[in-house]
């Protein structure tokens, strides 16, 4: 298996909260590989494209107005099946049925306000990453503790 990245989002709500330590941190020690992180305040162009399935819907400006509330922390992570393990770690969209562990369960009551956006296949990642990240801001480096997270078996660097 090869390293996969993903797109992690730290919504407004968490950069308000002074979540951001707390939130990456999980990340790190759950053993996915920091690639690329930066603040960015978000614009409505970049959020019409990045929730363009979202367009046609009633609450389409409401997550626009929510989102551009403040900076945001844009991550982009790696690992054997990243995107499945934020997923998992991140929970239910809704923070008010989120199991309590996940990042959501945790620190969010709010289906809106809910802490994190995180990609939601391999695909959405690819068009995520790119649209967030140039590939300069995107580091590759070598994990010391590679050996230590997986059997080497388990992964292939690229």
Known sequence: MSLEKTLVILKPSAVQRGLIGEITSRFERKGLRL?????????DEILNEHYAHLSEKPFFQRVKDSMMAC????????????IQIVRSMTG???????????????FSVSSQENIIHTSDSP???????????????LFDYKQGNLPFLYY???YQLT
């Not at 945001?72 to 690992?79: K, Q, R």
């Open 35 to 43: 690639a690329g992180m930066k603040m960015m305040q978000l614009t």
């Open 71 to 82: 900076p945001v922390i844009v991550c982009c992570y790696e690992g054997v099946d990243a």
């Open 92 to 106: 239910a969209t809704n923070g008010r049925v989120a199991i309590p562990g996940t990042i959501r369960g945790d």
């Open 123 to 137: 695909k959405t990642a690819l068009q995520e990453v790119k649209r967030f990240f140039k590939p300069e801001e």
């Open 152 to 154: 080497q078996d388990e």
